[in-house]
């Protein structure tokens, strides 16, 4: 299987199949785009099936592509690449399967671009979490914005062209900055001799402190915006508040993970020094990205805009994680970047259903929805209880090593950081107050519940949140080898627990 370059046709297939549902007509448009984000699933499982956590980066293409500047074409998975595969590759048909019959004209033309341009997404972000060659990770980078901009400004409500434009300006700014970090590290790996950009040529390299600590703020700025994390975080809520639910989703559940795999991979993979010399900002700004992000989303009276601003929360925990530098909390913020994927990607879709039978995102106007839609509401309320951590679904697992990881880096931190969850339990039990108790509008009566359609796509969801909720054992096992390889080389070793030897079990001195 190594030997088959089954990593360029996960990538590349669904590319080809943006092309193809461009060119075919809309009658036929929806179900090919289907079937090939069903095929690009099955190639995602068939990679995960034959992926062995205990060896490293697998699956490894190695091409030289421009030769001068030591740029290849070099794709690869280690654990954290693997899962955010997995979780593209689900996202994208669960999309597809609860957008089914949205369209912006009578035709399907509006569905046959939303299709072509979800497929271009789905290739090119597989594209970035696969790349272990720097200049190939900067190219797709930037590429994903493409569709991701006509995905916000082409569909949705009034006011998303403005919100696209903004969405678009504050990626390109961080993409210049990175780009300036980029070239540094070409001026700096030809200083040693050879110039590449291979992951793993500059893992070892020798770089200047100054000069790895410039170059890391270039890297960092640009994942932050990604991410988001506060102060460079102001185009989310509106992107998600005017794009389709959809949309809301390959944007925050897939697009957005960029920015903390990218901390991950390129921060903490290239620039380890820099990363711990930057650890005590970075805890900073992700503190107030929980408080913040969390407090802004309690008074908000638009659904999306509120589950938007959830992420910002979100975000900060995970960016904590991984800066607290332990094995707890690079492990949890893996495992909180595929469940927040889930449970965001789950409340986004339902709350879609929502809009489409109250005609309106306003919390304000809604109430009394569960006596109509039970399922509609119970579906809600699983989703918003993942949201915010509860017990036996997945996001548990993921928010309660992060927390670990806070307390242990300083109580300080810790305490900090678990207000998220008296936070987050406010907006979501607040937000499913008013949206589904109390008495029936009269407009309310003969609203329909889901239909079997719209639960069969948004089943996966929910079935994941709970299995992996009580069993998360096959994500950690992925990510753990990874995490261990990624903490020796920023030269950081957890200390294991001790017992006093000359203490007994029994708590009596020998």
């Given amino acids: 299987m190594n030997d088959f370059p089954i990593l360029s046709l996960l990538v590349w ?8 549902v461009a060119l075919l007509p809309a009658a036929v448009s929806k179900v090919t785009g289907l079937g090939v984000t069903l095929i690009t699933l099955v190639l995602g499982l068939t990679v995960a099936l034959n992926y062995d956590a205990d060896e490293g980066r697998q699956f490894e293409e190695v091409h030289d592509w421009i030769e001068a500047f030591g740029v290849h074409y070099a794709l690869s998975v280690d654990g954290l690449g693997l899962l955010m595969v997995l979780l593209t590759v689900l996202l994208v048909p669960v999309v597809l ?3 089914w019959f949205k369209a912006d004209d009578p035709n399907g033309a509006g569905a046959k671009a939303f299709v072509a341009w979800a497929l271009a997404l789905e ?3 597989l594209a970035v979490f696969c790349a272990t060659d720097v200049f190939l990770f900067y190219v797709v980078f930037e590429a994903t914005l493409i569709p991701a901009y006509f995905l916000v400004g082409g569909f949705g409500r009034d006011g998303r062209g403005a ?20 070239i540094g590290l ?3 790996s030809a200083q040693e001799g050879t110039p590449s950009y291979l992951l793993s040529d500059l893992e070892g390299l020798s770089i200047d402190t100054e000069a790895g600590r410039w170059l890391f703020f270039g890297f960092f700025i640009a994942f932050a915006i990604k991410a988001p994390l506060f102060p460079l975080h102001t185009w989310l809520a509106d992107t998600t508040e005017k794009a389709t639910p959809g949309t809301g989703v390959l944007l925050v559940c897939i697009l957005d993970k960029i ?17 711990q010399w930057a650890t005590p900002l970075v805890v900073v700004l992700a503190l107030i990205s929980i408080v913040y992000g969390a407090l802004v989303a309690i008074g908000q009276d638009d659904v999306f805009r509120l589950i938007g601003l959830t992420s910002l929360s979100h975000f900060g925990l ?31 879709l339902v709350a879609g259903y929502l809009y489409d039978r109250r005609g309106t995102s306003l919390i304000s106007e809604m109430g009394g929805i569960e006596k109509v839609a039970p399922v509609l509401a119970g579906l809600f309320l699983i989703a918003g209880l993942a949201t915010l951590g509860l017990p036996g679904l997945s996001p548990f697992v993921s928010e309660f090593l992060v927390l670990l990881a806070a307390f242990n880096y300083g109580w300080y931190v810790g305490a900090i950081a678990i207000t998220a969850v008296v936070l987050s339990a406010v907006y979501v039990l607040w937000m499913y107050q008013r949206t589904m108790t109390g008495p029936t509008a009269a407009d309310l009566e003969g609203t ?10 948004v089943a996966p969801l929910f079935a994941a949140l709970v299995f992996f909720g009580f069993y998360p054992a096959p994500l950690l096992d992925a990510a753990n080898p990874m995490v261990g390889d990624l903490l020796e080389n920023v030269g950081v070793h957890d200390d294991p627990p001790t017992v006093d030897p000359e203490v007994t079990h029994e708590g009596e001195s020998h």
């Fill in 123 to 125: 290739g090119l972000s």
């Fill in 318 to 348: 995970i960016t904590l994680g991984i800066f607290t530098m332990s094995t707890q909390g690079a492990s949890g913020s893996i495992l909180y970047m595929v469940n927040h994927g889930l449970g965001t990607a789950a409340l986004f």
């Fill in 13 to 20: 297939l669904p590319i080809a199949g943006a092309v193809a």
């Fill in 448 to 457: 329909k519940d889901l239909g079997l359609r719209e639960i069969v796509a």
């Fill in 163 to 182: 919100a696209a434009l903004k969405f678009l300006m504050f990626q390109l700014a961080g993409g210049l900055i990175l780009l300036a970090s980029v």
């Fill in 97 to 99: 399967g609860a957008e």
């Fill in 259 to 275: 920015g903390t795999f990218g901390m991950l991979r390129f921060c903490l993979g290239i620039f380890p020094e820099a990363s």
């Fill in 186 to 188: 070409y001026v700096v």
